[in-house]
């Protein structure tokens, strides 16, 4: 009786015209309202990602998004990158040159089990599309020197890459990286996959400025 778990990190290569998400807006009240003001498309050459602005002219993504990607666009509107940081956990923090009116702060804690979570992205290229999810549990990757993996109740897809998940106050308490799926004798388990910040305290210091 085996267990096939296949971690993928994906990143849409399909693109939709739909209404488009925008962290320029006025200030919002609940989660889920945080949630969706501070959350961003990202558009590059190679696909679409999700993403968050963290600070004035900064968004909090995911490391992978960046593969092959050398044009960038936020919400539709060209943007270039002053710099990255990475933090190594799937993680990074770009420095814009755009100027955002709206922004979400780091949780104050991390994510526990039976935690609800708010999730907005752009699945397949679609835009604009809500999750709401609970943390299942924790798993530990398999490959030397791993960190535990925050398995999260809900559906994700390509294109959701980098999307940040918000905590009840709407406060980002992690960023969905990828999609674990295990299959067992015809039975089907499929969870989102977000990692641990690994940040320096100066990197997200100089990113909420």
């Known amino acids: ?5 296949t971690i993928l ?10 209404a488009v998400p925008t962290a320029d807006a006025a200030r919002p009240s609940g989660a889920v309202e945080k949630a969706h003001a501070a959350t961003v498309r990202i558009d590059m050459n190679n696909g679409v990602c999700s993403g968050t602005v963290i600070g004035k002219r900064t968004i909090l993504t995911a490391t992978h998004c960046f593969k092959g990607a050398t044009t960038f666009e936020v919400d539709g509107k ?9 933090d190594g956990n799937d993680h990074s923090i770009i420095f814009t040159d755009r100027v955002f009116s709206y922004r979400a702060k780091f949780a104050g804690k991390p994510l526990a089990q039976r935690d609800e979570v708010y999730m907005w992205g752009n699945p397949n290229g ?7 999810g609970v943390v299942a549990g ?7 020197g791993s960190v535990p993996l925050t398995l999260i109740d809900m559906n994700i897809f390509q294109g ?4 940040g998940l918000f905590d009840s106050k709407g406060d980002i308490a992690g960023v969905a990286s990828g999609v674990l799926n295990n299959v067992m004798q015809g039975t089907y388990a499929k969870y989102a996959v977000a990692l641990p910040f690994a940040f ?10």
């Open 78 to 86: 060209p943007i270039q990158i002053a710099d990255r940081v990475d």
């Open 9 to 18: 990190f994906t990143v849409a290569l399909a693109l939709s015209a739909c």
């Open 160 to 163: 959701d890459s980098g999307a």
């Open 126 to 132: 679609m835009r604009d599309m809500y999750r709401h």
């Open 1 to 5: 009786m085996s267990i096939v778990k």
């Open 200 to 209: 320096k305290a100066t990197d997200v210091e100089r990113a909420t400025r």
């Open 138 to 144: 924790f798993e530990q990757d398999e490959r030397p």
